[in-house]
DNA sequence: GTATCATATGTCAGGATTGACATAAAGGAT
DNA sequence: ATCCTTTATGTCAATCCTGACATATGATAC
């Protein structure tokens, strides 16, 4: 079982879903963290429909094409809670923008600030929409989140990371911006 | 060109190196960021030359077996310099552990607590790593440092991407264990 | 009427990457 | 003598993933 597999069969345990339903929620990210196009999407779904772990019916729609429904299966189930808790084999961070930063001495200085800083508003951009949804399911979610076994915690959870990670990625573009720029690093509390 | 490509010549642009150093540079890490096996390197590298980014010239060695040693050329150079100030085509960021933090709701209270403290020690002890660097760096390079078109301060500008990421990801690790158990979030300082 | 858009499902060629297989030279250990 | 390790260079099959191609329905816009 490949590992799109598996965040296919997370958003099936949640809800019923089409293929073209799963890919709406895989072009952005399937909890920020993992993504797929729909010609990745439909051939994994019969994968997994040989395998036993879904099945689907087909859905007649009036207004629209019909589409197939999939369903996860209790072995889908069995399968994806084991996995859950199952160590990661430890994959190797690929950054294209870090591995340029290796580079940056070879750069003309104002062309590589403006790198930085176009990249740093990108994840400050990305940060605030995160900030918006977390006040929203903290709002919305109050007592679900007190139960870690709740698929709102899960979301939440996820949200969480992505919030982290914009946070430290932008934080490390300010640096570099400043950095190159000649200012000097920007304290912003302390480190 | 590939990315993998610019992440060689970028070491040669620091280095003369055999595709066997190389391969012992992508892997650990290139400035942490990007890896590649032995495999991968030795058809780029030829098609590297191919292109007339990079010449070789072999080079007999009495104890060991002959080598071919890479040299970027001026045109490798020109092309690198070029890159690295060229934004990069986003790519979604994969990661399977927040992808299963993604499905936790449906996992074993005491498994998922295992999973993510051992995550948690495994980012901790890249972290201190990564700091033991850090402080030989700082005093090393105390000069070098100061400007930002030394191949130094390139190599402290992605160590520096490495620590914060691994904080950012440890942290984030030990929120998702002490929430799962139960203790709640140990705050660290604020946030 | 016709063009475009959203829904809906698929295939396929090609590139990136991994893991296994393969060879060879020299040194050190048993 | 034989085995193992390090250095050194390569190939190849399989997998993952992207981007392009392909088709069909019904709604809305011009």
């Known amino acids: 079982m490949t590992t799109l597999g598996y965040a296919i069969l997370g958003l099936l345990s949640r809800e019923d879903l089409s293929g073209y339903d799963l890919k709406q929620r895989m072009a952005g990210r399937v909890g920020y963290f993992w993504s797929a196009r729909h010609s ?4 994994e779904l019969a994968r997994l429909e040989d395998g036993g ?26 399968d994806l809670k084991e996995w859950v808790t199952r160590p990661p084999v430890p994959r190797p961070t690929r950054d294209e923008l870090t591995l340029k930063a290796y580079s940056v001495w070879l750069a003309d ?13 990108r994840h400050e951009e990305q940060l605030a929409h995160y900030e918006g949804l977390r006040t ?9 989140l007190t139960s870690t076994n709740s698929p709102e915690f899960a979301s939440y959870a996820t949200l969480r990371r992505g919030i982290s990670y914009e946070r430290e990625y932008a934080g490390w573009c300010r640096w570099m911006a400043d950095s190159i720029e000649g200012r000097g690093p920007t304290r912003v509390g302390k480190e």
Chains 1, 2 share one sequence.
Do not use: C, N
Request: charged letters at 45%.
């Open 136 to 144: 929203w399911m903290e709002g919305e979610w109050r007592e679900d």
């Open 109 to 121: 200085r104002e062309e590589a600030t403006r790198l930085f800083r176009e990249e740093e508003l």
């Open 40 to 43: 990745q999407i439909y051939p």
């Open 53 to 78: 772990y879904v099945t689907h019916s087909v859905v007649e729609q009036r207004e629209r094409p019909d589409k197939k429904v999939y369903e996860i299966t209790a072995r889908g189930l069995d």
